[in-house]
């Protein structure tokens, strides 16, 4: 035991900090928080905006624009197997999901301060540990429902009775949190099967074809879009910049890698609502907040370990294996 112990440590350590940093994986955790920081630039722009245009036509020039980019990017490159998919069933599932949750964090931040509302997303890979568990049988640690259950002590402490964002609009946050984490254990089934630009090709596509309608009999205002297109503009590019450098981080690197670097769009978050709002989370929201990340890195360091671990096992065995048939391994 002791030995698997210390084995442990050497394979997570391994490897000179400079060597690191010239890696792949080190390109992956820059291009993550690259992401983190769109992702929470476009909160902040829709808050802002929302109050000029529809925001219903945001969240459909949003999925547009991310057709009409991948499109233009990727289908010199691909061609026809760009379109070609293996799940088109649970490509539209997806799709779906990530356009429900995009709706509830366009509609949320408008009326919850930014770190707060961000800090309440970040408890969706914690539900998608837990929806694995119960719905596809994953086997779960005990330490990860200890800090599923402490991120869950941390979203009480943002969301009090009495606090800056107790009230109705805590659907919102709510909502969000349980169709993102159906996205990202359904994204998981597919990451597998599925190139990542056709899966964003089809993202953007569900979006666009399902907001196009209840835009045009809701919303439709072309002197919105004519008037503040740079900031319709601004939208698309923000969320469409924010899923392509998430694609490629995940290329590059591992999730239990890089997802400790996701809780960076907290920060971003909060600066930009104290930037633009002059809002600050209290010192319950931040005790609150600081929980919720921990629990989440928590949840990334347990994942390191179980991974640690399994491949030294699956060495041990490989090697008993040879030297028992005679073989040197």
Same mark, same amino acid.
């Given at each position: ?21 010239? !890696? ?6 820059? /291009? ?5 920081? *769109? ?10 905006? !929302? ?17 009409? $980019? ?13 379109? @070609? ?7 539209? /599932? ?6 429900? $949750?995009? +709706? ?23 539900? +998608? ?12 640690? #005990? ?12 979203? /009480?402490?943002?969301? #009090? ?7 109705? +609009? ?32 089809? $993202? ?16 439709? #205002?072309?002197?919105?879009? !004519? *008037? ?23 290329? @590059? ?8 670097? /996701? ?44 991974? +640690? #671990? ?20």
């Amino acid at each position: 035991m002791l030995e698997v112990r210390a084995l442990e440590t050497v394979v997570l350590l391994k490897g000179p900090p400079m060597t690191f940093w010239r !890696s792949k994986q080190a390109v992956g955790i820059a /291009l993550i928080v690259l992401a983190a920081l *769109s992702f929470a630039s476009l909160d902040t722009t829709i808050k802002h905006v !929302s109050k000029m245009v529809p925001v219903l036509m945001l969240l459909w020039f949003r999925y547009v624009f991310q057709v009409v $980019t991948t499109l233009a990017l990727r289908y010199p490159v691909q061609k026809g197997s760009l379109l @070609r998919t293996r799940n088109p069933r649970f490509q539209v /599932l997806r799709g779906v999901l990530l356009l429900v $949750t995009t +709706a509830f964090s366009f509609f949320g931040v408008q009326y919850l301060p930014l770190g707060e509302f961000t800090a309440m997303m970040m408890l969706s890979p914690l539900v +998608a540990t837990a929806l694995s568990a119960w719905f596809l049988k994953t086997h779960v640690a #005990r330490m990860r429902w200890l800090l599923m259950y402490g991120g869950l002590v941390g979203v /009480l402490l943002v969301v #009090r009775p009495g606090g800056q964002v107790f009230g109705w +609009a805590l659907v919102f946050p709510a909502g969000l949190v349980i169709t993102y984490s159906w996205f990202q254990v359904l994204t998981s089934r597919l990451s597998g099967e599925e190139n990542p630009y056709t899966t964003h090709l089809y $993202t953007g596509l569900v979006g666009a074809m399902m907001m196009s309608p209840v835009m045009l009999f809701t919303s439709w #205002r072309p002197d919105a879009l !004519s *008037s503040h297109w740079h900031w319709f503009l601004l939208v698309g590019v923000l969320g469409t910049f924010g899923h392509l450098m998430l694609i490629r981080a995940y290329m @590059r690197a591992s999730a239990p890698v890089l997802t400790p670097y /996701l809780y960076t769009q907290i920060g971003f978050a909060t600066l930009g609502g104290w930037l633009v709002f002059q809002h600050t989370p209290d010192p319950f929201a931040w005790m609150g907040i600081a929980i919720i990340v921990a629990s989440g890195v928590g949840n990334t360091l347990q994942s390191i370990h179980e991974f +640690a #671990r399994n491949s030294l096992l699956t060495r041990s065995a490989k090697s008993i294996s040879g030297h028992s048939s005679g073989k040197v391994p």
